[in-house]
């Protein structure tokens, strides 16, 4: 169950200092793999700190620290979920609480942090950029995946993401107090093969199957192959984009 947000802070693109953020007490093992592909050439870091988004207070005290350090930051890729497979009428209010404390409001509070570090060490500047991670899942129905709760929370990020790029945009808060211009977009991935994906599998007998045959690639993705979106929203190669949500499914939703 990620609870993941990584933080980028830098002069130059691509990002000189990148902070990814979890509720694991250590970072799993990837994380120390990408630190060792990082070349001297490049002089950029990857650091790792523990935060549990559903916590406001940590998660301001964190990436404001981040930003205090560095006296900027650039760019934030907010990725918190949790996913449950049940029927709608056996939910608890509990349970839909939880996975909302994660998927929505911890996305959220995650934003807001970010925002507060930007205005405070960025003023007049326009370039701060975030990427939400929403879902299709947001968009469609998964045929064959009983999530509601899972699906309304990812619905409910693609509505964030415009909100928030109406009031961050430099238009938006010069109408406030003259400070902002951060680029607000969404990127909506198709079925990847995550572990948390993984134990769909094992819970629903041939659902990898199904999913296969109904993407017109015929196959899942995996999280390499967003790499590229994110640095790109990230990145001045977007920056005429914002409120937008990119949807990079294999072709999943458009038949």
């Not at 006296?71 to 918190?80: C, H, K, M, P, W």
Request: proline residues 4%; aromatic residues 8%; glycine residues 8%.
């Amino acid at each position: 169950m990620a609870r993941l947000s990584m933080l980028t802070s830098s002069r130059v693109f691509p990002p000189k200092t990148v902070y990814c953020l979890d509720r694991l007490e250590q970072p799993v093992a990837d994380f120390y793999d990408a630190c060792t592909r990082i070349p001297d050439a490049f002089g950029g870091s990857l650091s790792y700190a523990r935060v549990d988004v559903r916590d406001a207070r940590s998660l301001d005290r964190v990436v404001g620290a981040i930003a205090d350090k560095h006296q900027r930051l650039d760019g934030v890729i907010a990725a918190a979920g949790v996913q449950q497979l049940k029927s709608a009428v056996d939910y608890t209010i509990e349970e839909v609480r939880d996975m909302m404390d994660v998927n929505y409001s911890g996305v959220f509070m995650t934003c807001a942090s970010a925002a507060r570090a930007m205005f405070k060490w960025n003023p007049g500047r326009r370039d701060g950029a975030m990427v939400i991670i929403a879902s299709m899942s947001g968009s469609v129905a998964n045929k064959g995946l009983i999530c509601p709760v899972y699906n309304s929370s990812k619905a409910a990020l693609l509505q964030l993401t415009r909100n928030l790029a109406m009031e961050w945009s430099a238009k938006g808060k010069e109408n406030a107090n003259g400070l902002g211009g951060i680029r607000v977009n969404s990127l909506s991935p198709g079925h990847i093969l995550t572990p948390m994906v993984k134990r769909n599998f094992e819970e629903v007998p041939g659902l990898r199957e199904k999913w296969e045959r109904e993407n017109m690639m015929g196959r899942l993705s995996t999280p390499e192959e967003f790499k590229g979106a994110g640095l790109f929203l990230l990145s001045k190669a977007s920056s005429f984009m914002t409120g937008s949500n990119l949807i990079i499914d294999g072709g999943h939703t458009a038949w």
